[in-house]
């Protein structure tokens, strides 16, 4: 029997839903059966475990961020412009609701995710923090950024402080929170 494409982006896609707002340990494959009308049995059939479709579902999202970094940089090439495209990425997130980033929602709950899974979480971080400190080094190269230090190491602090702004934002329900976060971190970085 060939596996149903349809079924499994479907699945894929409440998965991601229920993790954005719930968290991974708050769903299960009882949850995603009822959401879109199949039996457990039939989830199981596409994934087996549920490690495996959180492993499936990190890997879709990271594929997307790595897109949306291409599509920002096939648009600009301005750095200070591509931060904060990524940051109205971000934002987008927020203002459906309760949803964070996978980043932020599996990085909170990373000790408790399984083994493959959390490989996966790495390298969804290094990927996120790769493509900023691309921008950044850009940004620094051109003088349009100024920073101190390595642009990888401030890549990673840049990714956990607007993860950590999501968090607040969603702690209190005011997306304003993440947005006064990040414009505060772009502007301390663009040259006056």
Known sequence: MPIDDSTKTALLDAAQDLAQTRGYNAFSFGDLSNRIGIKTASIH?????????????VM???A??????AEIESK???PVEQLRRYVAALKGT?????RMCLCGMFGAEFATLPGPMQDEVRQLFVS????????LA?????????????PRRVAGSVF???QGAMLAACTFGDETRFTAAADFLILQMVKK
């Open 45 to 57: 059939y596409h994934f087996p475990t549920k490690a495996d479709l959180g492993r499936a579902l």
């Open 64 to 69: 997307t961020l790595e897109a949306l970094s």
């Open 76 to 78: 600009t090439d301005d």
């Open 138 to 150: 850009r940004g620094k190269a051109s003088g349009k950024l100024v920073f101190e230090g390595d």
């Open 128 to 135: 996120c923090e790769t493509w900023l400190g691309g921008v």
């Open 160 to 162: 956990s402080s607007l």
């Open 94 to 98: 927020l203002k459906k609701g309760t």
């Open 60 to 62: 879709r999202y990271r």
